[in-house]
């Protein structure tokens, strides 16, 4: 067995995604490669350096723009730890990582050092291959689909059993609900209409910093599964509105989050199960759908926004990719989000049958890929 010192965000973390992340893969190289953890949001134990020939960094977006990427050159690669691991020689690799965005120097400049160091990068879209090639040209990364896409194959008999309902899951940037700003929130006409073809809208939080707010909450349930959680934010929610934020301050919020992370990242793939379409604007809260063969369409970041052809082709990724405005503006923003969601739901109740059928066969296409790359990952290391 292969070991390695793994750079990830772990099992605490706030953002439920690299929560899941983390669970696949230490599931997927169980057996084969030994993981020896560290944490990005604590400073690395520097012991650990020279005790395995191999450092693995990722998955998550952690390279670069993000807060992830604060931590990971803050707290495991700076100046002082790469002269360290250059001096045991330690073979550098990413694995399901990327940039979505131009750094700022200094953090260009520790990325740059990472890159070059790189044996093997593997990256989750082909923006991601442009920012690195970017930021480092002599760098080799290439594509391989998210870990996140095989919940089914990775967790196999810890795997929930397919169930459809009629729930429609949404997963929405919180700036986009804001009912105090507006008499009637336009996303109400996308709610209605749901609810006229039979179907139940729901709300996933994937990052609550980012996707929940407490007119949210009040039109919407959250996935049964995170019931625990739906009571923590309303009580965030009511605190604030009532007491004003000292009494509740967000680094308490961030703490019961990473421990409600943490407690419960084994139950997590079950919150993709029991759905008939979806909606995300988080990677996360879009991709694991795929896993039950559920239509799901990414309503997230323009950066993003060329994954769902990386994934499924010029054709078919139409279908996955819900053009709206990246953040509303104003109420005419709102009712363009809304149309778009309609025409889009109303296009997957039309050819449910067909899409469910062509993602089946798609996902095999992209798991063996996944696999490819998983051993050449494994082949890379000492």
Not at 155 to 161: N, R
Not at 224 to 236: A, W
């Amino acid at each position: 067995m292969k070991s390695a010192i793994w750079a990830t965000p772990g099992p605490r973390y706030a953002n439920f995604g690299d929560v899941l992340q983390y669970l696949l893969i230490e599931r997927y190289f169980k057996g084969k490669i030994k993981f020896e953890l560290a944490e990005i949001g604590r400073p690395i134990n520097t012991e650990l350096i020279g005790q395995s020939k191999n450092l693995v960094v990722g998955p998550g977006g952690i390279l670069v723009g993000t807060q992830g990427a604060k931590a990971l050159y803050r707290n495991i690669l700076n100046d002082k730890t790469l002269a360290k691991f250059d001096k045991y020689g330690t073979k550098f690799h990413i694995w399901s990582s990327g940039v979505l965005r131009v750094p700022e120097e200094n953090e260009r400049r520790l990325a740059n050092e990472l890159f070059s160091r790189c044996t093997y990068i593997a990256t989750r879209a082909n923006i991601e291959i442009d920012f690195i090639k970017s930021i480092t040209p002599e760098a080799e990364p290439v594509f391989s689909p998210c870990s996140t896409m095989f919940l089914d194959k990775i967790l196999k008999e810890d795997m929930p059993e397919s169930m459809k309902s009629d729930n429609v899951v949404l997963n929405l940037n919180k700036d986009n609900f804001r009912e105090g700003l507006y008499l009637r929130s336009p996303i109400h006409r996308f709610i209605e209409y749901a609810n006229s073809e039979g179907l139940k809208c729901v709300l996933m939080a994937n990052s609550v910093h980012q996707d929940t707010n407490m007119d949210m909450l009040k039109t919407f349930n959250l996935l049964r599964s995170d019931h625990r959680l739906e009571d923590l934010l309303i009580d965030y929610y009511n605190t604030i509105e009532t007491q004003g934020h000292d009494a509740y301050p967000p680094g308490k919020l961030s703490a019961e989050v990473r421990e409600y992370a943490f407690r419960n990242a084994k139950t997590f793939p079950r919150r993709y199960n029991k759905t008939r379409f979806a909606f995300g604007k988080r990677l996360h809260a879009w991709l694991p759908f795929f896993s039950y063969n559920t239509p799901a369409a990414f309503i997230g970041t323009k950066a993003r926004r060329g994954m769902p052809k990386d994934y499924f082709g010029e054709e078919l990724g139409e279908a996955f990719l819900c053009e709206v405005p990246e953040r509303a503006r104003n109420i005419g923003d709102l009712h363009r989000i809304s149309e778009a969601m309609i025409n889009k739901l109303r296009y997957y109740i039309k050819y449910e049958d067909r899409l469910v059928a062509k993602i089946a066969e798609r996902r095999e296409e992209l798991w063996e890929l996944f696999e490819k790359r998983a051993a050449e990952l494994y082949e890379s290391m000492d």
